[in-house]
């Protein structure tokens, strides 16, 4: 659908922050008898492919969960792979993005990464920081659970009691609108400790599809069903 037919067609209501469960890809991968990487080579691609697609239609933040705290524990050979991919393709496929504008964070405890890494991240980072208006968060070595302790914790160092503003300006997406809108692909509905403050109020889309197989076409479903929700975040509609 073009992107003016789509806007018109969800009447304005496009999510200002998008965050995605690219579930799937080590599965879609298997059914094709092929090894776990090519699948995340090709959910690389097609997350680059989505980010280009939501940013076009005006959305202007987007997360994505690319490895979990949970994650490391997966075999060493499919780390090494995602490792690799990584150190192989990030620059390039992300900087197309970026050069857009669009500032680019990595969030999670990304000390856990080999060092090679952990600079590749921190080089992206830096070379984004004057854009504003638009962002990617990249969800590495990422868990709700230690995000939200890690807040407390600073909280804690600083003798500061917080409310819910001051806790939300401790968390990696400081400054950030939270998630609108969370999309889980690859048959699962949950959110898998993926950033559980901020998905206070988010509408939550699972799709069936394993993550390569989620077209341009499935993100423009996503935000027209987005679009049809009535967000009433505690009022009734009357109120609305």
């Keep these: 659908m073009q992107k003016e037919a789509l806007i018109k067609k969800a009447e304005g209501k496009i999510p200002r922050h998008i965050a995605i469960i690219m579930d799937g890809n080590g599965r879609w991968a298997k059914k094709r008898m092929m090894p776990r990487s090519y699948g995340h080579k090709m959910g690389m691609e097609r997350m680059i492919g989505l980010m280009e697609r939501a940013f076009e239609l005006g959305v202007e933040y987007i997360t994505v969960y690319a490895l979990s705290t949970e994650n490391l524990k997966r075999p ?19 900087g197309r993005v970026c050069e857009r504008g669009v500032r680019l964070r990595a969030i999670g405890d990304i000390s856990l990464l080999p060092e090679d890494l952990q600079q590749i991240l921190h080089e992206a980072e830096e070379s984004t920081l004057q854009y504003e208006g638009k962002g990617i968060n990249v969800a590495v070595c990422y868990g709700a659970r230690d995000e939200l302790v890690r807040a407390v914790n600073i909280a804690v160092e600083k003798g500061e009691k917080v409310d819910e503003n001051g806790l939300s300006a401790l968390l990696y997406t ?65 109120q609305l």
Excluded at 82 to 90: E, I, P, S, T, V
């Design 76 to 94: 060493k050979e499919e780390l090494d792979g995602l490792f690799n991919l990584f150190r192989n393709h990030f620059k390039q496929y992300f």
């Design 174 to 238: 400081s400054g950030q609108p939270d998630p609108d809108l969370i999309i889980r692909t690859g048959k699962e509905v949950r959110l898998s400790n993926f950033l559980l403050y901020q998905a206070a109020y988010a509408e939550l889309y699972f799709s069936e599809k394993m993550f390569p197989d989620f077209s341009d076409k499935e993100l423009d479903r996503a935000i027209l069903w987005f679009s049809k929700r009535t967000r009433r975040f505690g009022k009734t509609d009357e």
